[in-house]
């Protein structure tokens, strides 16, 4: 396997698992499920879509510890 090849499989994985990383990020409370959607559904364009919006839509606050 060339380098390119490599490249283009690791850049490929990385915008394939956004929607996972924006939901992990987010403090999503359906992040688990979010995951296992752009898992399994992910290689249609509508799986993934599906799954970007669910991990936007849903924002979960992370308690200040401060105030």
Same mark, same amino acid.
């Given at each position: 396997?060339?380098?390119? +090849?490599? #490249?283009?499989? =690791?850049? &490929?994985?990385?915008?394939?698992? =956004?929607?996972? =990383? #924006?939901? *992990? *990020?987010?403090?999503?409370? /359906?992040?688990? $499920? @979010?995951?296992?959607?752009? !898992? =399994?559904?992910? *290689?249609? #364009?509508? &799986?993934?879509?599906?799954?970007?919006? *669910?991990? !936007? $839509?849903?924002?979960? +606050?992370?308690?200040? /510890? @401060? /105030?």
């Amino acid at each position: 396997m060339e380098i390119a +090849e490599r #490249i283009f499989l =690791v850049v &490929g994985a990385i915008i394939y698992f =956004v929607p996972t =990383v #924006i939901a *992990w *990020w987010m403090h999503a409370k /359906s992040t688990r $499920a @979010i995951f296992y959607v752009n !898992l =399994v559904f992910g *290689w249609t #364009i509508v &799986g993934w879509i599906v799954a970007m919006m *669910w991990a !936007l $839509a849903e924002r979960n +606050e992370v308690p200040n /510890s @401060i /105030s």
